[in-house]
Each structure stands twice: as structure tokens, then as C-alpha cells.
């Protein structure tokens, strides 16, 4: 049996991105009734909403499902005291080194499941307990590392033992088969369930994702140390202007204010942070949650067969 399917008690080896905003009690609760882990995203949330969420989950699904609780919000401490207290199966971490509360996580009988984006951070964690690592490449959207999901998974596969969950740029089964060859034992998805029926977000959001081209989703905020990819719009050209003016640190910081919440509520496409991927160029549709998670699985034999063909 995958190892990640049997870890987290899933019928499919994938895991549902935790985007900001986006990642609800209902897309979480449709992706773990799907067969994959859902995650709701406790993003800058503070602790009671958080735990309203997890309870609202637990009426949508019985089925396991996790949070993701992003390590850089004040809230942070008081936001991981509920995830124990409520005790989803896992918990996906980061923005940081969440070290100091994994031995009360796993007392707590809850997964552990670091998003890192180097080879240095991968080890650091496995020593500290965590019962496996999501490997996230450059091209995932929101807050991203530097090394590109191809050239970060195999390297992470080769230096830990815990299983590997490849994560940035899987569009579909193609990205699955490439997933597994590179040595992970799963991967996570966030863009493309965005435009899933189950995913509240504004439709104004899923159809920006469904329109964008190869070269839309870019990069901002990289004179800040803070990058994120999110689709071409007016408010990424003016970071753009900003970072090439030499804008403070502050001044860049405050034109994203409320951006997410721009983009998902009021389907603001022009000043809302639209954040995606690399792979919205190949989301083309909206569809239930199930029906997305199947399309990543159903028949990949018949693709390893054509790579045998054509070696």
C-alpha cells in the first residue's frame, strides 16, 4: 500500500493545497469525501475561526482531513493550541519551522506535514519527527521557494526517509506519473481545485484561473524575501513598478493588504491577489471535487505504458 495513502488513512495519495482563503470547510470536506486529505487553510485567521472551521469540516466529512496553519501569523500560537485541542489527522505547516510544536502534535495523534522548499529544511525536519514532507516547487502559487519542483523532489526523495509529497505544478496525471518517477509517494494540489463546483471562491477568481495563459501566473515580491506568484493583473504590475523603483519594504508590503480577500470575496480580477500556479494555463473547467481528484488517477498505467513505448 503507498505509504502516504496508509499514513493518513486516504484512498488517493494527494493533498489538497492550504491557499489562503480559499481552502475552506467545504473544499476541504469535498476533497477528503473525494478519497484525498483536504486541508483547511488557517491562513492569518485568528483561533476561533479556525476552530469553527474544523468543526464545520467534521459535519461534511467523516473522512480525515487536516489544517494548514501558516507559521508567519500572529496568530500562530494560539491558532496550533486549538489544532490540538480539535485534533484533525494532519497538519500542514508553513512559513516557518514549526519544530517547537510538533512533540504536542504527535502526542495529540496528529500528523505532521512540513511544506519546505530545500533539501537543508527536509532533513532539519525529519530529525525533528515529522512524519513526512511536502516538497513545493517554484511554480506553485502563493508564497513560493526558488528551486523548481523537478530539480526539488528527487533531492528530498534521495535525503529523507519519510515519505515525499511533491508539490508545485501538477496539473493533472501526467504531473502524477512525473511525481512518482522523481521519488514521491504523493502530491499535493492547490490551483486546480480552486475551480472545483465545491470551492467557494468568487467565480470571477475560477474564471481567471480557467483564462490564464503559459506566462501569466508570475512572480512578485522578491526584493522583499517574501515572493509570491499570483496571476498577471493591475495589482502585480504595480509591485512590479514599486520593486523597480526600490520601494521600501513597507510600502510593497501594504499594497498587497487585502488583496486575497479582494480576489475570492468580491472577484475583484484587476486589484485582488489572484493567487495560482504555473499550471492554471492547463485548468480548463470547473468540476466537483471527486471528479478532479479520479482525473489524476484513472488509468495511469496507460501512460507509464506509452513512456515504455517510446524508450
Given at each position: 500500500?503507498?505509504?502516504?495513502?496508509?499514513?493518513?488513512?486516504?484512498?488517493?495519495?494527494?493533498?489538497?493545497?492550504?491557499?489562503?482563503w480559499v481552502a475552506t470547510a467545504e473544499l476541504a470536506a469535498a476533497v477528503s469525501n473525494g478519497?484525498?486529505?483536504?486541508?483547511?487553510?488557517?491562513?492569518?485567521?485568528?483561533?476561533?475561526?479556525?476552530?469553527?472551521?474544523?468543526?464545520?469540516?467534521?459535519?461534511?466529512?467523516?473522512?480525515?482531513?487536516?489544517?494548514?496553519?501558516?507559521?508567519?501569523?500572529?496568530?500562530?500560537?494560539?491558532v496550533m493550541r486549538v489544532v490540538i485541542e480539535e485534533k484533525p489527522a494532519?497538519?500542514?505547516?508553513?512559513?516557518?519551522?514549526?519544530?517547537?510544536?510538533?512533540?504536542?502534535?504527535?502526542?495529540?495523534?496528529?500528523?505532521?506535514?512540513?511544506?519546505?522548499?530545500?533539501?537543508?529544511?527536509?532533513?532539519?525536519m525529519e530529525k525533528m519527527g515529522a512524519d513526512a514532507v511536502i516538497a513545493e516547487g517554484t511554480e506553485a502559487g502563493g508564497h513560493i521557494g526558488e528551486i523548481t519542483t523537478m530539480c526539488l523532489t528527487p533531492q528530498v526523495a534521495d535525503a529523507v526517509s519519510v515519505p515525499v509529497v511533491c508539490a508545485g505544478g501538477i496539473a493533472d496525471r501526467r504531473g502524477v506519473v512525473a511525481a512518482f518517477a522523481l521519488?514521491?509517494?504523493?502530491?499535493q494540489v492547490?490551483?486546480?481545485?480552486?475551480?472545483?463546483?465545491e470551492c467557494i471562491a468568487h467565480d470571477n477568481y475560477k474564471q481567471a484561473v480557467i483564462k490564464a495563459k503559459d506566462r501569466d501566473a508570475v512572480v512578485t515580491g522578491r526584493s522583499t524575501g517574501a515572493p509570491v506568484r499570483a496571476l498577471k493583473n493591475k495589482l502585480t504590475n504595480e509591485y512590479a513598478r514599486l520593486e523597480k523603483e526600490g520601494a521600501s519594504f513597507e510600502e510593497?508590503?501594504?499594497?498587497?493588504?487585502?488583496?486575497?480577500?479582494?480576489?475570492?470575496?468580491?472577484?475583484?480580477?484587476?486589484?485582488?491577489?489572484?493567487?495560482?500556479?504555473?499550471?492554471a494555463a492547463?485548468?480548463?473547467?470547473?468540476?466537483?471535487?471527486a471528479e478532479i481528484i479520479e482525473s489524476y488517477f484513472r488509468d495511469i498505467d496507460d501512460i507509464i505504458d506509452t513512456i515504455?513505448?517510446?524508450?
Open positions: 500500500m503507498n505509504r502516504l495513502c496508509e499514513l493518513l488513512g486516504i484512498k488517493y495519495p494527494i493533498i489538497q493545497g492550504g491557499m489562503a478519497g484525498g486529505l483536504g486541508l483547511i487553510a488557517a491562513g492569518g485567521a485568528p483561533a476561533d475561526v479556525v476552530r469553527e472551521q474544523i468543526q464545520k469540516c467534521r459535519k461534511l466529512t467523516d473522512k480525515p482531513f487536516g489544517v494548514n496553519v501558516m507559521l508567519m501569523s500572529p496568530f500562530a500560537d494560539e494532519a497538519v500542514a505547516t508553513g512559513a516557518g519551522n514549526p519544530g517547537k510544536y510538533i512533540p504536542e502534535l504527535k502526542a495529540a495523534g496528529i500528523k505532521v506535514l512540513p511544506v519546505i522548499a530545500s533539501v537543508a529544511l527536509a532533513k532539519r521519488g514521491a509517494e504523493g502530491i492547490g490551483t486546480r481545485f480552486i475551480c472545483s463546483d510593497i508590503e501594504q499594497l498587497g493588504v487585502g488583496g486575497l480577500r479582494r480576489a475570492f470575496l468580491d472577484g475583484d480580477t484587476a486589484t485582488g491577489s489572484l493567487m495560482a500556479g504555473q499550471s492547463m485548468v480548463n473547467e470547473i468540476l466537483p471535487c515504455k513505448e517510446n524508450i
